[in-house]
Each structure stands twice: as structure tokens, then as C-alpha cells.
């Protein structure tokens, strides 16, 4: 939480930004200047990324549900990768089944604070890190919202099943991708507003 609330205040101008900070690029307008059409264009690629993740998995999960739930599964690599219709009622990869109502309020979560990096936002590496997070929390929230069992108790559709690991689909995958895309740039000191920590 305190390198989220470190990254979500981050300041909006290269003035306000303290010791330890350079920013990319040298003359002209600073690249974090708010308004500028740099992070216009960052924000435009993180929505972008976020709708494709999104309608990737919403279109798997409705061919997922016509075509492959209540048949058997489908293999593509022999025994070691099937695809698998099952109803998720817990986290990524099936942890935590009696929390779904937690989990959901988690994904809304997330997009609340991806929403607020976003006018902050003007590194294309955080945009699309930010738009695979968003396009896969808002796939598996839909399903969250709108499957049965309920409203907020909805089981997510899984169908990828690789041997000896546990069943997921593309939502959960672009979540652990932007996850891990995150710690890089976290570790490399490249923040979300393009500044860049010396230390």
C-alpha cells in the first residue's frame, strides 16, 4: 500500500517533484506537464490495451460458455494443455472460494486506483502495464457482476488448463502480465509519471 500511495502522489508537475528524480527528455515542454499531448497519447494507449484484454476474454468466455461448457475437454497439447470450461467462484487460478464478494470489491478497487494514475500517467511501459490490469479486471468483474449464482457472487468462466496447475482464462492472464510488467518497472525506478529514481 505505501508504494501505491508513493506512486498515486506523485507530483503532477517537474518542480514539485523532489531530490533523487530526473525526468526523461531535456528541452521543451516537460514530458509530466500536465495537458500535454504526450500524456494524452499514454492515457489513449492505456484505454487501448484495457479494451483489447477486455474483449478478448469477454469473447473467449462466450465461446467458452456455448461451445465447451457441459462437454468434455478439449486437448491441445496432448494431456499437458486442455482447454476446460469450469465456474470460478474464487481468485486467479481458483484460491479463495468463500471470498468472492472480497474479491470483487478488490477488482473494483483496482480500477478505481488505475483510474486515478491515469491522469497522472505519462510513461507508455506504465500505460500498458495499467491497460492489461484494467482490461483483466474489468473482464473477470463482468463476470463477477453478471453470472449466477448473484450480483457480486458471480462465478468467473476458467477454460485454460494446463497440466498440474490450476484452470484460469485471459482476464487472469493479463493481470499477472501488467502485475509483473509493474514490479519491473518498480524495480528499474520508473514511475508512472515518467520520472525516474537515480537510487
Known sequence: MAEAERIIGTPDTP?????GKERPGSEGTPAGEPGSGRGRRRIAVLFAVASFAYALDLISKMIVVAKLEHHPPIEIIGDWLRFEAIRNAGAAFGFGEAFTVIFTMIAAAVIVVIARLARKLYSLPWAIALGLLLGGALGNLTDRIFRAPGVFEGAVVDFIA??????????????VCGGILIVLLSFKGLDPDGTVHKD
Do not use: C, E, Q, T
Not at 15 to 19: C, I, S, V
Open 162 to 175: 494446463p497440466k498440474h496447475f490450476a484452470v484460469f482464462n485471459l482476464a487472469d492472464s493479463a493481470i
Open 15 to 19: 518542480d514539485a517533484a523532489g531530490g
